[in-house]
């Protein structure tokens, strides 16, 4: 079962940002939170990671909180081709086990209104 | 870079046929994954391969095979198709498993068993 916990959806209007949030409140200390799209049924696409700093990107700022308990994903100027499927996903790295698999959970359908 | 190819892009099957999925990458990684995702749902992985000769499963792996002879392909065999095996595939490759090693999704193969 996915560790983290989305909204099913959310709006937001082009040229403005899109906040979106992720709970992980039983994130371990060596969990890294991944974040990937999907884009109308293509394959998922890596968008940005991190352990516990913030993190930015040419795509998107992950925000993590001090906890770690949650995250929040910024676009900060959306366009319509950022409506897809964005998916929070908690995996260890490197030789540990279970780092052979993502996690999907269901995700949160982001809409980007004209 | 070609990146993750896949093929067919569209398959329908007849219930007890048995057909191969195929999936490549050029970017010479050492990690490959099959997942598969069912309608408002999220990925599930169904076998991962770490190095050429070595395989291993996922969560759902009941109903496939796979193999890797080579570093470049990692194909996925269904030897008797069910109806329940209706669902789009994706595979994925990475360098290895790190953190910092981004996974690449192919585009996907939707397969329909009558």
């Known amino acids: 079962d996915a560790k983290t916990t989305q909204p099913t959806s959310m709006d937001c209007a082009e040229g403005r940002a899109a906040n979106l949030p992720c709970n992980h409140s039983?994130?371990?200390?060596?969990?890294?939170v991944y974040w990937y799209r999907q884009i109308h049924s293509q394959g998922p696409q890596y968008i940005i990671h991190g352990l516990k700093n913030n993190e930015t990107n040419e795509m998107a700022s992950l925000i993590i909180t001090e906890d770690r308990k949650s995250s929040t994903l910024i676009l900060p100027h959306a366009t319509l081709r950022d409506t897809a499927v964005y998916y929070c996903?908690?995996?260890?790295?490197?030789?540990?086990?279970?780092?052979?698999?993502?996690?999907f959970g269901k995700g949160t359908k982001l809409t980007v209104n004209p | 870079n070609a990146g993750v190819t896949q093929t067919p892009k569209f398959q329908v099957l007849k219930t007890g046929q048995s057909m191969t999925l195929q999936c490549a990458q050029d970017?010479?990684?050492?990690?490959m994954s099959w997942y598969r995702q069912d309608p408002g749902m999220g990925l599930r992985l169904i076998h991962y391969?770490?190095?050429?000769?070595?395989?291993d499963q996922g969560e759902v792996p009941n109903g496939y095979n796979v193999s890797r002879s080579t570093t470049e392909d990692f194909p996925l065999r269904l030897l008797s198709a069910a109806p329940s095996q209706t669902s789009v595939y994706f595979c994925a490759s990475s360098f290895g498993l790190a953190e910092t090693d981004t996974q690449y999704f192919g585009p996907g193969t939707r397969l329909t068993v009558l």
């Open positions: 970017m010479n990684h050492e990690y």
């Open positions: 391969s770490v190095g050429a000769g070595i395989t």
């Open positions: 039983t994130i371990s200390g060596n969990e890294y």
């Open positions: 996903i908690v995996r260890v790295g490197g030789s540990q086990g279970g780092s052979e698999k993502l996690v």
